[in-house]
């Protein structure tokens, strides 16, 4: 679980609904001062994470210049989802995203960052439409399925949820795994779990554990430039198969120092300006965009 230092966001963020055709969705919005702007951003976060995660990366990345907007998925933290688990397919989870990048609007195509699973699902948007986007990052996610023993923990998160509630699930969690020092409220973090649809942390979980190669078919979209950013450990995919992802897609590499499965929480502003400086390799200079 990705542990924000905090869920109150910068001065220059707003918390709002961004409204689509597949219904809203609870957002940050980060603007950049007027005349500095270089381009439109979306961010996707990871399994049982939400918007906050990139609550560290917003003002760095508006600073240099970027309109960002971190999303919450439906069924994530303050997006309601459906009672339906199939509505939680990845395919629904990728068309939910193409929703929001036409909704975003902005200055033309966008760039696209996911963590985890969040990079997953980007994947499957840009493999259905890659037209909306102008860069694809894709933050500690992997090739493939998840390691056999981040795929045990989901098979005994989603054993849980078959049986218990969600504030029974959070006190066993917090038993068996005690959290670790963080600035960030522990009440936050509940209530962001609280607030999490289980059908979707099923439907998710499912899909990590179970996800196919599916990087050839991404390294041929070959006119959408690939970035991949990890930190120099990770016990969710295997630093060492990221590496091989990125040489497979032709993508950048860039690997965070002193960060984990999560840079943009553990290192953010290192891991902002690494993913500035990308954008900016692929950003025309423009006028910002009218209204919001």
């Not at 960030?184 to 779990?193: N, Y």
Request: aromatic content about 4%; some cysteine.
């Amino acid at each position: 679980m990705s542990r924000p230092p905090t869920f109150v966001p910068p001065v220059c963020a707003e918390s709002r609904t961004l409204r689509t055709s597949r219904g809203e969705f609870a957002v940050l919005d980060a603007r950049p001062r007027a005349g500095d702007h270089r381009g439109t951003a979306l961010l996707l976060p990871g399994f049982t994470g939400s918007k906050e995660d990139f609550i560290a990366m917003l003002a760095p990345l508006a600073a240099a210049g970027y309109r960002v907007v971190a999303v919450d998925g439906r069924g994530q933290y303050e997006t309601e989802g459906p009672d339906d688990e199939r509505a939680y397919a990845q395919e629904e989870l990728a068309r939910d995203v193409l929703a929001q990048a036409r909704a975003v609007g902005g200055d033309g195509p966008l760039h696209l960052l996911g963590h985890s699973l969040g990079g997953q699902i980007s994947r499957a948007a840009v493999l259905l439409d890659p037209s909306p986007f102008r860069t694809l990052t894709v933050m500690s996610s992997g090739p493939a399925r998840i390691s056999p023993a981040q795929r045990e923990r989901v098979r005994l998160l989603s054993d849980a949820l078959a049986v218990m509630g969600m504030a029974e699930v959070w006190e066993a969690m917090q038993a068996l795994d005690p959290p670790e020092e963080t600035a960030t409220d522990g009440e936050d973090l509940r209530r962001r779990w609280m607030l999490t649809d289980p059908r979707q942390l099923v439907a998710t979980g499912r899909q990590l554990s179970t996800e196919p190669d599916r990087v050839d078919a991404l390294a041929a979209l070959d006119t959408l430039p690939k970035h991949v950013i990890s930190g120099e450990r990770d016990d969710t995919w295997p630093v060492e198969q990221l590496d091989e992802m990125a040489r497979r897609l032709g993508a950048r590499r860039t690997v965070i120092s002193g960060a984990e499965h999560s840079p943009n929480t553990d290192r953010p502003e290192e891991t902002a300006a690494a993913t500035a400086a990308f954008w900016d390799a692929h950003t025309p200079r423009t006028d910002p965009p009218s209204g919001r």
